[in-house]
């Protein structure tokens, strides 16, 4: 009786615990996070930056609960899904940094991009002129500000990358799991390509929309309904 009553004391130390500490950190992270999507989806750039520091506090929080089991890494089958938790909470912790930081970048130009709750700027900067010159007078200022977002989402894309969707049941309980995961994955991808593939565009800007000097387009229309459109 007494070796079971310390096995039992032994798993409750060992997975009980842990495993209710986990469970509430993912709990959280799942509100903070939902909090931080309506706060974009408002446009309140306030609330966006305190919300997205709530969840990233709370996905530190799960992370480093997440270490308790360790010891499962070497376990077959079972230590591929601890390996997969980690990689998402070290990922998402480095994305939301990225957020944090795009955040900061476009927080002065709030107003002119409409991220001040929803309501734009009643001075007359919502109108396109305006915003084109705001792109002109801003991009300068916005391509350094790539380099350290850039090396955020190489880490968010690394770790993301790490986990494989086929090891998940395509639903579980009624709820779809596999395919979610493999575009939650996609879309990873897809802005880290975004943020390192724009920042040589960005450097061009300037440029093309005649900063220093005044530029002549020429655009050629083609008519592929022609039976020959080239002329």
């Known amino acids: 009786g007494g070796i079971v009553g310390v096995v039992l004391l032994v798993l409750i130390v060992a997975i ?4 209710f500490l986990v469970y509430n950190s993912a709990r959280s992270v799942q509100a903070s996070g939902t909090e ?3 706060a ?4 309140n750039l ?29 376990l077959p089958y079972v ?14 912790v480095a994305g939301l940094e990225a957020g944090e930081l795009i955040l900061k970048t476009v927080e002065p130009y709030a107003d002119i991009l409409g991220f001040n709750g929803g309501q734009q700027a009643e001075d007359g900067a ?4 305006d915003r084109i010159e705001f792109i002109t007078n801003t991009v300068g200022d916005i391509v350094p500000q790539l380099s350290p977002i850039s090396e955020k989402t190489i880490i968010m894309k690394t770790e993301f990358d790490k986990i494989d969707p086929n090891r998940y049941p395509e639903h579980f309980r009624g709820t779809a799991v596999r395919e979610p995961l493999r575009k939650g994955i996609e879309l990873v991808d897809q ?8 920042k040589p565009v960005l450097e061009q800007m300037p440029y093309l929309l005649g900063v220093d000097g005044e530029r002549t387009y020429l655009f050629v229309w083609q008519n592929d309904k ?6």
């Open 16 to 19: 009980g615990i842990p495993g």
């Open 36 to 38: 931080f999507y309506q």
């Open 40 to 43: 974009l989806q408002t446009q």
């Open 46 to 74: 306030e609330q966006s930056k305190t919300s997205l520091a709530k969840t990233k506090s709370d996905l530190q929080a799960l992370d480093k609960n997440l270490n308790f089991f360790a010891w499962t890494s070497i």
């Open 79 to 92: 230590g591929n899904y601890w390996k997969d938790a980690k990689a998402a909470s070290v990922g998402g």
């Open 126 to 129: 919502k109108t396109a002129e």
């Open 191 to 198: 802005v880290h390509e975004f943020v390192t593939g724009g």
């Open 226 to 231: 022609e039976l020959r459109p080239a002329g």
